[in-house]
DNA sequence: GCCCCGGCTTGCGCTGGCTCAACGTCCGTC
DNA sequence: GACGGACGTTGAGCCAGCGCAAGCCGGGGC
């Protein structure tokens, strides 16, 4: 397991613009690590000892409030470069990471990254856009809490969630990894409780299709017409 | 008004450590430029055509729904830099941008940005780390919408306002820019009629002293108090 | 001095979604 | 194959905060 593939990289994008000998460079240096399913990655205050690119699984990022609650502030899917607290001038991480299924990362200790930045042309560009696509889906988030019901923020988590990590079946759209009702609720600020009913609900309208810890989408336009007549 | 006092970045993070002539150099490209209150400074979507430093004033940062709601994301104090679209991966302003009082702004043009980040040393560290501040504090209005109620929303937003921007007088801590119950309400997804019971509660405690488009906070800590106990 | 308008206050009734509570169901373990 | 624990469902009641509506206040324009 010592000698990585270079196909690992050449699709990934901060990796994909670079020559043969840049990957073998990169990977040369990386050390691959399995998480199991709801292992901690990393966890928040924590020094930033390493970052990390997802190969395969989803990880689930969560802060702790004081009083002890959770949320979930975010899905990280595959393919994608995660920890980088350098990139945001921080030295510890800013949130716990878990896995929310079985996981397969590539770890570079936090002393390479300013090399990785100069080294590899694109690189910088690369995070930057991450960087900001994470701000962007912040601040959407931010005006959904602050603006649309229950119902619409259910709906439009799950969207987002079939988006990024979906799996398409025959029947619908699923969520590739185990969600249950209380993730669910801990991503839109609301009870295990509400979501149910509203899954419930949306099982009886054919819409959702879902079971412990398994949730798939049989009509997303039905949930997106939900999310746009939100003033009726 | 051409020629620039060095001494308006002296002092102002991304340029605190650079030489004279560093600092010379940045100010013979950048334009001044003054924004009444309420004006707009740049526009959702727009190109990103410039880069800007607040050197006096406050500015308002703001998202507007589909269905034509508001939402104030931020408030950026002065000397901090803002509208750099090209530090987060795009080349459009991610949300309007407008003066919440009189402004003075220093403008560079976008094409000048790479140059700066290879220019002058510790910009780019100085950038990453306002990214990372605003996706913290993102990241913790998330946490609030989420778990906390409409008090401690107020509350804490009110605490913020004067940390970021606050002038203290005899009297208290006062936001230094006009602020009416629209905006505080805009700030924590709830209505101006709450705001407004809340305010007159805590005026007639004595926690708050407010007016007309102004607040002032007399006891910060009786506010924290608020936030804290939450539980309860 | 008067008017008008933007901002602020306050009462009242309603309801979305939370809390509490009880129960059902699936799965892994021994 | 019985048990325990995690996950899910559903009912009942309640209340924080919203929507509506009416009215107040202060400041700027003429």
Known sequence: MK????????H?????????RDIREALDLAVPRRFEADETIFAEGEEAAHFFLLLDGTVRVVR??????????????????????RAIGRTTYPANAEAARECLVLMWPTRLWDGFCERFP???????H???SRLGE??????????QRVEQRVALALLRLIEQTGRTTPEGIEVD????????????????????????AWQRDGIVESGRRRIMVRAPDRLEAFCENSGT
Do not use: C, K, N
């Open 3 to 10: 000698y990585l593939d270079e196909s690992l990289l050449t």
């Open 12 to 20: 990934v994008p901060p990796f994909d613009g670079l020559s043969r």
């Open 64 to 85: 702790t409030t004081p009083q002890g609650e959770q949320i979930i502030a975010l899905h990280i899917p595959s393919g994608q470069l995660f920890g980088f607290a």
């Open 122 to 128: 694109g690189f910088r560009a690369s995070i930057s």
């Open 130 to 132: 991450t960087v900001g």
């Open 138 to 147: 912040m601040q959407d988030r931010l005006i959904e809490l602050a603006t």
């Open 177 to 200: 990894f185990p969600i249950t009702r209380q993730d669910l609720s801990e991503m839109t600020g609301t009870t295990l409780h509400t979501v149910s009913r509203l899954m419930s």
